[in-house]
């Protein structure tokens, strides 16, 4: 029944692990990491990206914890607000911010000719510590994310997916150099719903639930 | 340089081309088709994308004309909307409106045990005539705009693309034998970004600009 959420996710769980089998699960992925990789496969629709997600060992408990105290979320875009399941965030007394459309950042990004993203990292750079840090679409937030952790506004795990052709498979394998928790995936896919499924899912971890 | 975004669009159309060569664009999406199919490709990071894309005939020009007159976009879900470029949007004199956190839609769905995505467009069936929906997430609201568009509530332009591995790749392919101008890709890939994308593209388009 298409109308029923939770027997769809279910034959999703099923039929995600039929593609993919166990195995891969278990070699690749074993413990919680599965279950984000899960949800960012039915967000995707896509079992092929299951291979490309890339796990600091360390993230997903991260993640977990951050969110268990009530970490804020701040995302680089509105479309992974947007995707983020607020009503569960709030029951564990987080909420997510996005400050890329605040009138500072706007000016701040004209004046140094960097884009909105990064400045609105820059300007809100405070904001990052020990926060779950979510870039979905822009290269520069993330590189701006990682020099901020580096002087010392440094997130309790940073979700890093840009998608495009130019820059952000560059810095998505930067990323994975840092010593910060971090949860990315390689090459040029990724975007605002896979960085958003990653999110729910721990979010769903958190609350003590499946990933899917 | 990461920071000029008309730089990295150029370069990636470029890259995008050169991935699927000329003659894929000249045999399977020739014209303006192929302006959506670059943007979207574009969002995804994914050229395999390009080969799942399904266009009606008319589906470009259509879309084209109804944003040049202002038509509203309905937006299944709201990460469909926060992906849509507003502003260019608006300078054509259209909005998006996306119904399903109206309370009414809530206490509807529930009543009738349905998804908040179909009971929004059930509830709103008045404002799909001649707009252009787009359904990014929910295969139920696709369903439901279809079984709508049969009603006399008929869209100038359906934009389905939900993903999942249940219900979604069937109601794709229901879409593609209506009469109804329709963008959609095939199988379980899709998904808020790709919507979105192609709604970009069209907005673009309507503006007389390339659709990347």
Redesign the interface.
């Known amino acids: 029944d ?2 029923d ?1 939770g027997a ?1 996710a279910a ?2 769980r099923d ?2 692990e039929e593609y993919l089998g166990m195995e891969f699960f278990q070699r690749k992925f074993p413990g919680l990491a599965g279950e984000v990789v899960r949800r960012v496969v ?5 079992p092929q990206v299951a291979s490309l997600l890339r796990f600091h060992p360390g993230a997903v408990e991260a993640g977990i914890a951050a969110l268990r105290r009530g970490a804020l979320i701040f995302a680089d ?3 992974v ?3 983020i399941n607020g009503r569960a965030l709030r029951e564990l007394g987080g909420r997510v911010i996005c400050p890329i459309h605040h009138p500072r950042v706007h000016s701040f990004a004209e004046e140094r ?3 909105r993203a ?1 400045a609105a990292v820059y300007l809100f750079r405070e904001q990052l510590r020990d926060c779950v840090a979510v870039v979905g679409n822009a ?2 937030a993330l ?1 701006e994310v990682i020099r901020q952790t580096g002087q010392g506004f440094r997130p309790a795990l940073i979700i890093g997916t840009p ?6 498979a560059e810095v998505k394998a930067r990323l994975q150099s840092q010593q910060v928790p971090y949860l990315t995936l390689i ?7 896979v960085a ?1 499924a990653a999110v729910n899912a721990l979010i769903s971890l958190a609350q003590g639930r499946a990933g899917l």
């Open positions: 298409l109308n959420p769809i034959r999703s039929l995600i039915h967000a995707t629709g896509n875009v509105r479309m607000k947007a995707g000719g960097i884009t990064a290269p520069t590189a998608v495009g052709f130019v820059g952000a090459g040029s896919q990724g975007g605002s719903a958003a």
